[in-house]
């Protein structure tokens, strides 16, 4: 007998398959109800199976499918083995058997939408469960919210009840415990879905003695689960497997519904929503039949505007890269592994589309419970008794523990300064802290060591061992990156109140110290290269003005287009210059002559081929691609749209890993809603941080050779073909008296002499826009010319992303150093946290010229013999000379620390800074986001800038490129200063 996965039967040929009586493909649902995660695996696997029983008639070798719950998967399979007219050796074997305990569902309608409320009723039902004596299991798919769960168990129902964690990585005792078959002394476990399949819940309570007599558990158990909750969103099948898990049969689950008969907010005259209720109750379509029957009558549920999937072009980034890695026969072959896919999903969805809502209604539940010999009770539920509340914040919980964790240096530092490197941890909790609110943390020591992994225990609350375990893998990493004092020093830091060292820090001091940590590995991984040459075109784009708006900062870069024309061009020709790339390496890598011109002689001929076609084109034997080959990889890689959609999409992906990323986007209306924008944060420098990636010699065929001297070249000649162009018709200007030509001829040379390229295209198209001024004045046909020569900047995008492939590729194989640009990625040399504490060092603005700019923008005092300001009940009071009154002013500084304006009034202040920025600088916020810029709209709208932008402090609300000050101002001194004027 062998035990082997989905995977490892892939590696199997068919001769040893041969060898085997039997093949059990055990809870083989899962087929379908993992096919989104793991169709290639799971597509594979029946084909080779099915190709096995085609190709090998004579072999004894019976297959068994085998599942307590069947799913679609038994209407799938004998079809494709139709396909291969095997069909008949297909046969659908139901076993009934008579159990003496049969496991009860209870199917709830909860009558609330109220998370709150649910969620107490949830609790109640553990309770419930608890005080039958039955040990209890809540599917919760969301594992930050299990630490919370597990906090307000013990809180709400007592501090003494012992809950475990059960999830894909877990590890720890309760982890141990059911992957030996058991819940031991827990009471309650929180899991996810990785509990439904393959585990077996059967010696509780039994000593090692019993097992072998063959004695059976007599532990209870509860399974409780939410169908209101969107993290438990848990089928009926699915539900069926978990209570089965309980091989004793002594199980009773709760399943509570949503609330049925939901509002129909979109038609207010409805008392509820028709749709909600329908899926809810007996999803969209209901069958009072076995699940599975084969049904003439059933059909799939159409779908309206059903996306077409493009077939995937494969090997072709292997292909880009390098040409002579992947042969013709490994692309087919890729292929054919890809029909094989898309035909088992393509069944699947269809057959699922029948049951997709039904496996969630009541009406499922109660069909597919019937059909698993469940007793079923339906029934309806009050919220119960109101359980008390925790008054701490959870997540503030979880910050103390970090903190003291990282302030205090717990002693849990010395003894993992003692481990080889090659352990690996698992800190658990003693269970000497039983207050879930407590945040006391301490006490560690080594309880065992054992294959590699060492165990260490400590005081503290139990629901904090996530949490605590993910903060030293944090710190082993940066440990690794850095040295022992630093890592600590950085950690420390990332938690400090004060400091915000990324432009998006959360609450969370968990999230602030992983981001940083994932920010540590993307820079030493070659993953993300797609990415990383994007991202240095952005910023030779940026350095010369060509449509990319870069803000460099301590602790990060952002790189925003403010251009929505101009994101498309760039995109479009980095995506382009992909393409190209393929046809550059491919007609690099052809032999001229044809493959039997090379050959030495006759002999050698017919020996060469004797030779397997793969031994002779596959990789990496291949020196180089025959010419009778070429069209063939031409053909395949043709279709152009798809190959740039495919790489931009890439692209995107790999950009989201390596900064925050914010795509151009629009609202359904039409209007600009989001600029494009990549914030990228830095991190410390460290010699293991860069590195050489680890490549492959023949990983990489030169690309084509374009430098940086090369994009610079193409800017001037672009640049002096505008100016001669502009000078011809500058001296039209002056000859035929045009005063708006010449402003324009003017304005648009001052802006090359600027280098900048951009902002003139932006001139130009906002003048073609303007149809009374281009008509008015005669200058169409200069703007037509000028932005015939201005749209040609797409080819300085093309070369300049050609430049960085190239640059790049000399890093990684000629040079051996790390493609990464040190000024984007790192913070400068000599960095110290401490400067990021420094308050603002801007000037002290002069007096006089507040009084000065007062005078110009505001008529407030100045004219007035006697000042009356108005007492708190509203009536005008005449001050004296004598006294001193004071009044608030509003001032304003730009970058430069120059005083651009100062009114008394909040409401003119802000309707002109909205008007400068607008005209000028545009906003940029802390966070390192450029808000759209529309005039008299959004952030530019004086009353929307002084709601929700003066004077915040949260780095996605405050500006950062001015400065907004209130200023005190003595009444009868200003006074004064007016009358000295």
């Known amino acids: 007998m062998v035990n082997t996965t989905y995977n490892q039967i892939l590696n199997l040929t068919h001769t040893q398959l041969a060898t085997f009586d039997y093949i059990f493909i055990d809870e083989c649902h899962a087929l379908t109800s993992d096919l989104n995660f793991r169709s290639e ?61 049969s496991p009860t569902i209870n199917l709830v309608h909860l009558d609330t939408i109220d998370n709150s409320k649910r969620y107490n009723v949830v609790m109640n ?90 004695k059976t558990s007599t532990q ?129 969805n269809t057959e699922s589309r029948i049951y997709e809502d039904w496996f969630y209604s009541l009406d499922g539940y109660y069909y597919i419970s019937k059909d698993a010999g469940f007793n079923i009770d339906i029934k309806h539920t009050e919220l119960g008794e109101q359980l008390k509340e925790i008054s701490e914040d959870q997540l503030e919980l979880e910050n103390k523990i970090i903190k003291t964790l990282i302030e205090d240096e717990k002693n849990i530092y010395a003894i993992i300064s003692k481990l080889d490197k090659e352990y690996k941890i698992n800190i658990q909790a003693s269970n000497k802290v039983i207050e879930p609110t407590n945040t006391e943390v301490g006490n560690f020591s080594i309880v065992k060591v054992q294959n590699s992994i060492c165990k260490i225990e400590g005081d503290f609350h139990s629901s904090h061992e996530r949490a605590i375990n993910k ?74 003005n060509l449509g990319v708006f870069k803000v460099k900062k301590t602790t990060w870069t952002s790189y925003t287009i403010t251009n929505p024309k101009i994101v498309r061009n760039i995109k479009d020709m980095w995506a382009q210059q992909q393409f190209q790339q393929i046809k550059f390496n491919l007609n690099s890598s052809v032999q001229k002559n044809d493959w039997a011109a090379g050959l030495k002689s006759p002999k050698d001929n017919y020996k060469e081929k004797k030779i397997p076609f793969d031994n002779l084109y596959g990789s990496p034997k291949k020196t180089y691609i025959h010419k009778s080959e070429k069209d063939s990889y031409q053909k395949y890689f043709s279709n152009e749209a798809q190959i740039k959609s495919d790489d931009i999409e890439d692209l995107e992906n790999q950009l989201n890993q390596v900064s925050k990323y914010t795509p151009l986007s629009y609202t359904k209306n039409g209007k600009l809603k989001n600029l494009e924008s990549i914030i990228i944060p830095k991190i410390i420098e460290s010699p293991k941080l860069l590195l050489p990636l680890e490549i492959h010699e023949n990983e990489y065929s030169e690309p084509e050779q374009v430098s940086i001297k090369d994009v610079d070249l193409e800017v001037d000649m672009h640049i002096d073909r505008i100016n001669t162009k502009l000078t011809t018709h500058h001296k039209k200007s002056i000859k035929t008296n045009n005063p708006y030509l010449e402003l324009i001829c003017n304005y648009s040379m001052n802006k090359l002499k600027n280098r900048d390229l951009a902002g003139l295209l932006e001139y130009i198209d906002q003048l073609i826009d303007s149809p009374k001024l281009v008509t008015v004045f005669d200058v169409k046909p200069m703007l037509l010319i000028l932005k015939n020569e201005l749209d040609k900047i797409c080819q300085i995008f093309s070369i300049a992303f050609k430049a960085m492939e190239f640059k790049t590729y000399n890093n990684l194989m000629k040079h051996q150093v790390s493609p990464f640009k040190k000024e984007i990625f790192f913070c400068d040399e000599g960095f110290k946290f401490e400067s990021l504490l420094q308050k603002s060092t801007s000037r002290i603005v002069n007096k006089n010229d507040i009084y000065n700019t007062l005078i110009k923008n505001s008529k407030l005092f100045i004219k007035t013999k006697k000042i009356r300001p108005r007492s708190s009940s509203g009536n005008r009071q005449t001050v004296s000379s004598t006294s001193s009154y004071i009044k608030k002013c509003y001032i304003a500084l730009n970058e430069k620390n120059e005083l651009i304006c100062a009114d008394f009034s ?67 001194d200003y006074v004064n200063y007016y009358k000295s004027l």
């Open 906 to 972: 909040k409401s003119k202040f802000c309707a002109y800074i909205c008007k400068y920025a607008y005209k000028n600088a545009p906003f940029r916020l802390k966070n390192g986001v450029i808000p759209i810029k529309i005039e008299n709209r959004g952030m530019y709208n004086s009353s929307s800038f002084s709601k929700g932008y003066l004077f915040k402090e949260s780095t996605h609300k405050t500006v950062d490129n001015y400065t907004f000050k209130e200023y005190e101002v003595d009444i009868y």
């Open 471 to 544: 903060l030293f893998r944090c710190y082993f990493k940066l440990k690794y990156y850095y040295d022992y004092d630093k890592a600590l020093e950085i950690i420390k830091n990332l938690i400090h109140s004060e400091i915000n060292f990324t432009p998006t820090k959360r609450k969370s001091y968990l999230k602030n110290i992983t981001s940083y940590v994932r920010a540590c590995n993307n820079i030493g991984k070659g993953k993300n290269l797609k990415a990383l040459n994007y991202t240095l075109g952005l910023d030779y784009l940026a350095e010369n």
């Open 125 to 214: 039902q553990i309770k419930q469960y608890l005080k039958q004596g039955r040990k209890s299991l809540c599917i919760f798919n969301y594992k930050e919210k299990m630490d919370v769960l597990h906090r307000d168990i013990q809180a709400k129902l007592g501090k003494k009840i012992k809950v475990g964690l059960f999830y894909s990585g877990s590890t720890g005792a309760c982890t141990d415990n059911i992957l030996s078959s058991k819940f031991g002394d827990y009471d309650v476990v929180l899991t996810t879905n990785y509990f439904i399949n393959g585990i077996n819940i059967n010696k509780d309570g039994l000593a090692e003695d019993d097992i072998k007599a063959g």
């Open 41 to 101: 695996t799971i597509a594979n696997l029946i084909f080779h199976l099915i190709e096995f029983i085609a190709q090998c008639p004579d072999a004894k070798t019976s297959i068994i499918f085998m599942s307590g719950t069947p799913n679609v998967e038994t209407l799938i399979i004998p079809k494709i083995m139709e396909e291969y007219s095997i069909g008949d050796l297909f046969h659908q074997i139901v076993v009934t058997k008579e159990y003496t305990e």
């Open 220 to 348: 209870k158990y509860g399974v409780v689960i939410d169908l209101g909750n969107k993290y438990s969103h848990i089928s009926a099948i699915d539900t069926i497997q978990a209570t089965n898990r309980f091989r004793n049969r002594l199980c009773e689950t709760t399943v509570f519904f949503p609330k049925i008969f939901k509002p129909d907010e979109e038609r207010s005259n409805r008392k509820f929503h028709y749709g909600h209720t329908s899926k809810t109750l007996l999803g969209i379509n209901r069958y009072n039949f076995h699940l599975l029957s084969q049904s003439e009558n059933i059909a799939p549920n159409q779908i309206l505007d059903e996306e077409v999937v493009a077939k995937k072009i494969h090997g072709l980034d292997e292909f880009r890269k390098n040409p002579l890695s992947i042969s013709l026969n490994d692309i087919k072959a890729k292929s054919i592994k890809e029909q094989n896919e898309v035909k088992v999903k393509n069944m699947t």
